[in-house]
Each structure stands twice: as C-alpha cells, then as structure tokens.
C-alpha cells in the first residue's frame, strides 16, 4: 500500500487556532504520509508547524457555505481547529487524516523512516538493557542467576530472551512452572532490595482453575525464593484483584495460590481498576478541565466524581504496602493480577522509586522505564495506548496505566522536590511518546514483536534524543540532592494534587528545534496545559533554573581556571 493511495487531497489553505492564548496561524496545510504541515503566510512567523498523525485521538469536521472546520483532538490532549477554504478539500482532508492516523502496520510508522540529524542508528538502544541490573544483582547475592530458557520466547512472548530467577530452580522446572502461569509469565526478580536482603517478584495468575491444580516446580520456585533470602524468611502475594475477582477468575481457568501449597506466603489482595474503568475515568477528567465555563464548586464535583485521584491513591498506597514489607518486615514480595502487564508493573515500579535512591536519579529512572515497562514487564503500551481520552473507539482492555504511574511519580516530585533528580518534563515526554512517537521505544506489544519488527535496528532509541546534553540540561531538576532514605508519600486527600504544573520542573524549550523537533513540549502540567496560560510560579520556577545554571557555569569556569 502506498500512502498516497490515503491521500485524497494533499494541500489546502487554512488556519490554525491552537488554543486560547496562541494567536491563530495561516498558510499552506499540507498533508503528507505521516504528518500535517502547515507553511505560513511570508508576512507570518518563519516556523513550520507539524503534528504527527499518530498523535490524532478523534477528528471531527462541519462545512458551512464554501468553507469547513476540522477539530482535532490529540492525544497529548491538545484540541486544535483547522479552518480550510472550499468544502470538498475540508472532507477530503479530513477523510486522509483518519486514513492515515489510524493504520495498523508498525513496519509502516513514523518510527522506521525517522532519521534526525545529529543521531544514528543503533544508538542508545544498549544504554539501559537489563541484563546489566540483573548482572549486579547476581553479584550481590548467590541465590540469583540469569537464565536464557526464554531464548527463542517460546516459553513467554512477552518476557525478554534472559530473565533472573532463584539460582536453586533449573530451566525445566522454570518451563513447567512458566506452563502453570497465565501466559507463560512465571515468577521473576524485579528488583532486589539490597538493605534487608529481600526481593520483589512480579508474575501474572496461576491457571489453578475449578480443579484446583497445583504445579510441584511453580511451588518450588518460591520457596527457592524465600530460601535464597534467610532461613524462616516469609513472603507476601499482592494479588492486584479483589477476592471475589480472583476467585470468579479460577472458574475461568485462572485462580490463586493455594496457602497450604506454599508455606511461607500470606496472600492480600489489594484490587486496582483497570482496563474500561480506568480509561473512563481518564476521559471524565479531561472532559472536566476543558470545560473552562464552569464554577468552581461544579468544577471540584466533577474532579471528585472521575475519581482519578482515587485511583492515584490507591496505586500509591499499593505500592507502599509493597515497599514496607520489604524495607520495614523484611519479607519478600510477589505482585501479580490476571496478566500481570499492567497494575502489577504499576506497583513494582513505584514500590522500586519509593526505597531505591538510584531509580530516582535521571538514569536510573530511564533504567526503571526500560526494565519494568518495555523490555521484562512486557507492558503492550501500542494497545492499551493506543486511543487517549477523545476517541469513540474504546477496546475493553485499553487502559491509561502507563499515565497513572507517571502521575503518581509526580506526586512523588510535588511531595519530595529534592529527591528527584529528573523534573516534571521527562514525564511529559515520556506521555507523549508512549501515545505517539517519532522514535522506535515504545513501538510493539512485546520485546518478541520487537524483534521480529527489528526495531532495535531500523528505529531510533527515545533515550538517543533524551540523553543528548543539551535535552538532559532541560530536563533535570535543578534542586535535586541525593536522598539515600526510603520516601513514604502521603496519600491524604490534602496531599494529593491534579497534575497541573505548580511549578513544572522546567521548561522544555523552542517548539522548532531544528535537530529533533518531536522532543520539544510544554511544560506547565498535563491535563490544564493547553486551557490555561503560565502562572506566575511557573515563571519563578523558570528563573529558578537559570540562577542555578549560571551558577554551575560559573564553578565550571573557575575550575577550568585553576586548573
């Protein structure tokens, strides 16, 4: 297929109305196979406006005499208008941009023809492989080893080719206790809290069943586990469903760990929403802030009744019940749910930020993304992702999970401002190109469907263009300071806020980057960013950073002197 077979009308005059603080835009629209560009008039500024075409959630068009408007709601929640002359080149137009937005092939996407300057193929994609974590932790204790069973994925496609595992259990029992688990998902490390010596585990349910089954190696696997830790060492299972959830499910097929079949563990179960619930949630929330007509007690009503922030609360509290068990209990800790490819990561990840100071730091974090999210967690971010909170289309599965971690990573940065050392920007970006990227991170359901894709060799890395020093610059928080301590967030409702950007961490910069456009955006909170304009602790939060730049620029000079 070729994308001009999409492209029923490529150019047209219109203009661009951005928002309500932006002055409206006028020139040449143009449509090409993966973008919208609009040339503006010579008398115009000289910047080329572009949106990539994944980014487009809903498209809605209405032509009056010989003209039409064409609203775009994005998934990065912008809503943009586009007014373009003659009524039979606004259909047309608006016909190629669903045609094209909405295309299946990943082979076909943006990520495969992008080549920005300044960046090669095959960078970065071995900055944060995991293997290196599990490495690490293979050194710091015997009790763990890396296992290539999962080489040719055949035992779990959503696994990674090498995965660490009790170094007591052999690969056959791991292949019989990868079969007892909803697809082949068997227990792993994901991460080892070196203080107490205890581990985080993270699985998807056992396939016990109305018959009860029980698996001999999947029962041997976890008391490896605890053997590995300390003799007498207990265990608790997080299990992300409620207890009439979990057992509905064995009548399916599915189930929970029996307590006598594995002594040592205590089961609790913690049910997080997910799926159609969570995305409603999410789409009752935008709905609310672009309502910029309503009254502030209609507005608060409408805040509490999405719930958003009770499901914040909930993840946050989830994962400290993780995090104590291990920093204050000295137990080891397996989460799962049904799949385990999303709540169980949401809590493993924030359980990981909350008591280990290196997944706070700007690596470390990109680290944690990698492990947890797109190599090992096999989280499918293209389907659950697939839509934001304007689309109609609405897959029952399709969840904002990814979203809900980086807000509650957030919430972290509000309440602890110095112990992140990445600012609210790296979350923003990391939003949008989950949802829509120019780069190959988040592409595919699997690191199986990567490599068949051979993605790692045809795309560019998103931490290629992250990492560079002049984006890193930009993205850091310029007040960070190491906190070797745990940190304990507050889930009270006072605690708790709307991710708004008060103050963001930084401002991203010129949206015409001429090297990499797509990592330039706006810094000033997520869900009221485009309906409202920067308050004036923003602005303070701006100069914020250039004391403390210039301050580095002038230690930097003086060492360079006396040097």
């Known amino acids: 297929m070729e994308f001009s077979e999409l492209i029923r009308t490529n150019r047209a005059q219109a203009e661009l109305l951005q928002g309500p603080e932006a002055p409206p835009l006028r020139g040449t629209l143009c449509v090409t196979g993966h973008h919208l560009l609009l040339s503006p008039a010579p008398q115009s500024t000289p910047d080329l406006w ?24 994005c998934k990065d929640l912008r809503v943009l208008q586009l007014d373009i002359e003659g009524v039979e080149a606004t259909l047309d137009i608006a016909r190629s941009i669903e045609a094209l937005s909405s295309l299946e092939s990943v082979i076909t996407s943006f990520p495969f023809f992008y080549r920005p300057r300044g960046l090669r193929l095959g960078d970065a994609w071995h900055f944060h492989p995991p293997e290196r974590y599990f490495k690490r932790v293979a050194r710091e204790t015997n009790a763990w080893r890396l296992s290539e069973v999962n080489q040719d994925f055949s035992l779990c496609p959503s696994y990674p080719r090498v995965v660490i595992v009790p170094r007591a259990v052999d690969d056959t029992a791991l292949a ?29 349910q056992p396939l016990t069943g109305p018959q009860k089954r029980r698996c001999a190696e999947d029962e041997e696997l976890l008391r490896a586990v605890l053997a590995g830790v300390c003799p007498g060492a207990r265990g608790f299972i997080v299990d992300m469903r409620s207890a009439q959830a979990a057992k509905q499910a064995r009548m399916t097929g599915g189930g929970t760990e029996a307590k006598a079949a594995y002594p040592g563990w205590k089961r609790l179960h913690r049910p997080l929403e997910r799926g159609r619930s969570l995305q409603e949630s999410f789409m009752r929330l935008v709905e609310a802030c672009g309502d910029t007509e309503q009254s502030m007690d209609r507005w608060l009503s409408r805040l509490e009744g999405c719930r958003w922030l009770a499901h914040v609360k909930e993840a946050l509290s989830t994962a400290c019940l993780a995090a104590q068990g291990m920093e204050r209990e000295g137990a080891c800790i397996l989460v799962h749910g049904a799949e385990g490819t999303d709540s169980t990561l949401l809590v493993t990840s924030l359980a990981q ?43 029952k599965q399709e969840a904002p999970t990814f979203l ?30 989950a949802y829509a990227s120019p780069f190959g991170t988040f592409l595919c359901n699997s690191e199986k469907e990567r490599c068949l894709c051979e993605v790692r060799t045809r795309t560019h890395s998103l931490w290629s263009g992250l990492n560079q020093l002049k984006e890193q610059r930009k993205l850091r928080n310029p007040l960070y300071v190491l906190n070797p301590l745990a940190i304990w967030p507050s889930v009270e409702p006072q605690s708790l806020r709307l991710w708004q950007g008060d103050p963001p961490h930084l401002p991203w910069g010129d949206i015409s980057s001429a090297q990499i456009p797509y990592l330039s955006s706006s810094s000033s909170g997520l869900f009221l960013r485009w309906t409202r304009p920067p308050e004036p602790s923003e602005v303070a939060w701006e100069r914020v950073w250039q004391i403390v730049t210039e301050r580095e620029n002038t230690e930097d000079s003086q060492s360079t002197a006396s040097a």
Do not use: N
């Not at 572009?50 to 498209?59: A, E, G, N, P, Y």
């Not at 992702?385 to 897959?395: D, E, I, M, N, T």
């Open 50 to 73: 572009l949106l990539l075409l994944r980014c487009v959630d809903s498209i809605e068009k209405r032509v009056a005499g010989d003209s039409g408007t064409i609203t775009l709601r």
């Open 404 to 433: 809900l971690f980086l807000d509650c990573v957030w919430q972290l940065g509000h309440q602890f401002p110095l112990s992140l050392e990445f600012g609210e920007g790296l979350l923003l970006a990391l939003f949008e190109h």
């Open 353 to 395: 930020l909350i008591l280990d100071p290196t997944s706070r730091t700007m690596i470390g974090f990109q680290e944690l993304v990698e492990r947890e999210w797109i190599q090992v967690g096999g989280h499918p971010a293209p389907a659950l992702c697939l839509h934001s909170a304007f689309s109609h289309a609405r897959p």
């Open 176 to 204: 019989r206790s990868a079969r007892f688990r909803q697809g082949g998902r068997f227990p792993v490390l994901s991460y080892h809290h070196a203080r107490s010596g205890t581990v985080l585990l993270r699985s998807s």
